[in-house]
């Protein structure tokens, strides 16, 4: 009977426990009172969170993991039982042609994640979370100033610094570009790159991008002070023009039309999101336009975030790769939120006439609509009567697709 | 070293060049609505003027309405309108002849506009 009683408790959890599971257990307290008591995108980081207990538990049936002997730690994978069938007629014809096969699955055997994390690994989730992003958005600042585009630019300029960082750090190019997309600060587009690139960093990758996009309202404000005046603080803006719902339409066609065909790689991304900005502006379909803005978006975000979540194993997150990454994150944040400022006083020197205030210049990183929200709040704090909300949300948007638009650039070189 | 210079500046060029490309069209997509809508307002400003009676009001003395509700009344058709119409009359809903008042109660109409589901709320 003792025997039976310890062979049960062998079989238990208790006997899978590491201290790397108790050290990111601690991780995963950190997450969840940045989300929940300080309110910093609980949308994200509470399915992250829980997602990387679950990881640092010793579970069966939820998901498959093992370490590689290349040191990658691959996860969500699944086994496939089955029996080729050799019929007649499944051999080449010709010469060159290739043999067919038909193969009878008997089983499929993986757990719960193994399988919804196939969203992630085959590039479904981000592209249709995508698609809730463009139906959430409204366009027509952009399209009101189209010269702020230049600023969702500029700011990405923080990506290919990091890059640079990321290679003279030690990473290879595909490591480096994974983590160089971070200061997009666009977790959908962060988790897409990383995924084709370099699938081993996606826990940290996603917890770095999710996490510094939240901290905008921390990270942001000591860069856009340094780098101008109390006068250009207070500069306003000439009003926006009222943008018709052709233009926005006509728009969200031109927009993915060019981007397609400079970058075909973000083809995914981007006509996702001009599809549901479209829906949006259509103004036809307000049920489908409703399905993408709640159920779907939202659906996806407890899978997104759960699915990168369990891959925070301890035994590939606490590495001295995690760390770099980390600071290599907070590096791309400031790097892109000065190139936006920078670029805005640039252009105030070219154009003098109509002037932007530069603190809409840091907007251009993709933290819709955080990053927009703290140039209107510095604003405000210059000048209590300039409101620069909706002016800063038209670089905010652009950044969205300037991050997009280096995302296919990596992807088509890399790899 | 250098291979990695010219590799982010290929990249950088690559956006801006992207980014670029969409602000010329939309500039000019710009600029060619703008001079549609100055051509609207200068057919809407060379239009005759309608000799319009005078904005009719309850007698004084029986349900006035206020100066500042017929404000309030004016800006929302102008805003769901969005025309340069003219506000003729504005007249209770119950002293209306011959209309039933259930179908232009207010609810109604917003019951009604749901219902169409062809606005975006």
């Known amino acids: 009977m003792l025997q039976g009683l310890t062979d049960f408790l062998n079989l238990t959890g208790f006997a899978g426990i590491t201290w790397q599971m108790s050290v990111m257990w601690a991780v995963v307290v950190?997450?969840?009172?940045?989300?929940?008591?300080?309110?910093?995108?609980?949308?994200?980081?509470?399915?992250?969170?829980?997602?990387?207990?679950?990881?640092?538990?010793?579970?069966?049936?939820?998901?498959?993991?093992?370490?590689?002997?290349?040191?990658?730690?691959?996860?969500?994978?699944?086994?496939?039982?089955?029996?080729?069938?050799?019929h007649p007629g499944t051999e080449a014809t010709q010469p060159g042609q290739p043999e067919r096969i038909a193969v009878k699955v008997d089983r499929i055997e993986g757990g719960l994640y193994d399988f919804i994390g196939q969203g992630v690994k085959l590039e479904l989730f981000p592209p249709i979370i995508f698609l809730g992003v463009g139906a959430l958005t409204d366009f027509g600042p952009l399209i009101a100033a189209?010269?702020?585009?230049?600023?969702?630019?500029?700011?990405?300029?923080?990506?290919?610094?990091?890059?640079?960082?990321a290679l003279l750090m030690g990473f290879t190019s595909k490591e480096a570009a994974s983590i160089g997309i971070i200061g997009g600060a666009d977790g959908p587009t962060s988790i897409f790159v990383c995924n084709k690139l370099a699938p081993h960093l996606l826990g940290a990758v996603a917890?770095?991008?999710?996490?510094?996009?939240?901290?905008?309202?921390?990270?942001?404000?000591?860069?856009?002070?340094?780098?101008?005046?109390?006068?250009?603080?207070?500069?306003?803006?000439?009003?926006?023009?009222?943008?018709?719902?052709?233009?926005?339409?006509?728009?969200?066609?031109v927009v993915m039309v060019v981007c397609i065909l400079i970058v075909p790689d973000a083809a995914a991304l981007i006509a996702m999101l001009?599809?549901?900005?479209?829906?949006?502006?259509?103004?036809?379909?307000?049920r489908l336009l409703k399905t993408a803005q709640n159920e779907i978006i939202n659906i996806l975000t407890i899978?997104?975030?759960?699915?990168?979540?369990?891959?925070?194993?301890?035994?590939?997150?606490?590495?001295?790769?995690?760390?770099?990454?980390?600071?290599?994150?907070?590096?791309?944040?400031?790097?892109?939120?000065?190139?936006?400022?920078?670029?805005?006083?640039?252009?105030?020197?070219?154009?003098?006439?109509n002037p932007i205030n530069p603190l809409i210049g840091s907007a251009g990183v993709s933290a819709v609509p955080m990053a927009a929200r703290v140039s209107h709040l510095e604003g405000q704090r210059a000048d209590p009567s300039n409101y620069l909300l909706m002016h800063a949300m038209g670089p905010n948007v652009a950044g969205v697709i300037g991050t997009a638009v280096a995302a296919g650039y990596f992807i088509s070189t890399l790899k | 070293m250098l291979d990695a210079l010219s590799y982010q500046a290929v990249g950088l060029i690559v956006v801006f060049t992207a980014l670029g490309s969409i602000w010329g069209l939309l500039e000019l997509m710009g600029w060619i609505f703008r001079a549609a809508e100055r051509r609207a307002a200068a057919a809407r400003a060379a239009a005759p003027v309608l000799e319009q009676e005078p904005v009719l009001l309850l007698e004084p003395?029986?349900?006035?309405?206020?100066?500042?509700?017929?404000?309030?009344?004016?800006?929302?058709?102008?805003?769901?309108?969005?025309?340069?119409d003219r506000i003729v009359s504005i007249m209770p809903v119950h002293l209306q002849p011959n209309v039933d008042v259930n179908l232009l109660a207010w609810s109604g109409e917003g019951r009604r506009q749901i219902f169409a589901s062809h606005k975006l709320r």
């Open chain 1, 30 to 86: 950190v997450l969840l009172y940045l989300a929940i008591v300080k309110g910093f995108e609980p949308l994200l980081l509470v399915p992250i969170a829980f997602g990387a207990l679950v990881a640092n538990l010793p579970t069966r049936g939820v998901i498959t993991s093992e370490m590689l002997p290349n040191g990658v730690y691959q996860t969500s994978t699944f086994k496939v039982e089955g029996e080729v069938l050799h």
């Open chain 1, 146 to 165: 189209p010269r702020t585009f230049l600023l969702g630019a500029a700011a990405q300029l923080g990506l290919f610094v990091t890059f640079f960082g």
């Open chain 1, 207 to 253: 917890v770095a991008a999710y996490s510094y996009m939240s901290l905008v309202p921390l990270i942001q404000p000591p860069i856009m002070r340094l780098l101008t005046s109390i006068e250009e603080r207070k500069i306003r803006m000439n009003s926006l023009r009222k943008v018709s719902r052709l233009e926005k339409l006509i728009f969200a066609v």
């Open chain 1, 274 to 286: 001009m599809l549901g900005n479209f829906l949006r502006e259509c103004g036809v379909v307000e």
């Open chain 1, 303 to 353: 899978f997104l975030g759960t699915s990168v979540g369990l891959t925070m194993s301890g035994q590939s997150f606490l590495a001295w790769g995690t760390i770099k990454i980390i600071i290599l994150g907070v590096v791309a944040f400031g790097f892109s939120t000065a190139a936006g400022v920078l670029f805005a006083k640039l252009m105030n020197k070219l154009s003098p006439k």
């Open chain 2, 61 to 84: 003395g029986t349900h006035a309405i206020s100066p500042q509700v017929v404000a309030v009344i004016t800006a929302a058709a102008h805003e769901c309108l969005q025309a340069g």
